[in-house]
């Protein structure tokens, strides 16, 4: 099978570009999408190369034991970071509900203050009519006795 490359977003071979045309045994699911089929009169332009294995130990066994050692510290250190991101967190929410809690009793304290003061200068009003027509009684009672 011969395919036409419509997209790059694909392992396709070194210098690929839109439009060249590859030969496929079937086309690999990576491709999917990404080529329009051809015929087969038409030319390839384009040829993977021959599988190349890469040897990836890059070193002896050693090296190789201490980046797994360094890989297994840093990990660990990431899980700490991860464990005290966790708890400040934990320690944020739970200061900030206590906030909440004291706001909202000292919400509740104003409240009665505020009801209490109200009832206080209900009580002044009331008891200042009461001075007021005691005091009124009282000028009228000296009236009446000063006049005799």
């Not at 021959?50 to 034991?65: H, K, N, Q, R, W």
């Not at 929410?93 to 009832?119: C, F, V």
């Not at 206080?120 to 005091?135: F, G, P, Y």
């Amino acid at each position: 099978m011969k395919a036409r490359i419509t997209h790059l977003k694909a392992p396709w071979p070194l210098g690929a570009k839109v439009g060249d045309v590859v030969g496929f045994e079937s086309a690999p699911a990576w491709a999917v999408g990404k080529f329009e089929q051809v015929s087969d009169d038409e030319p390839v332009t384009l040829a993977f190369g021959e599988p190349v294995l890469i040897e990836l130990s890059g070193g002896d066994a050693s090296e190789i034991e201490g980046l797994k050692a360094a890989i297994a510290d840093l990990t660990a250190k990431l899980a700490d970071e991860q464990k005290a991101k966790d708890e400040a967190g934990a320690l944020a929410l739970m200061a900030q509900e206590q906030s909440e809690s004291i706001i909202s009793g000292l919400n509740e304290q104003i409240a009665a203050a505020k009801a209490e003061a109200e009832a206080a200068k209900a009580t002044a009003a009331d008891l200042t009519s009461q001075v007021a027509d005691l005091t009124a009684k009282l000028k009228a009672a000296t009236t009446k006795t000063g006049s005799k």
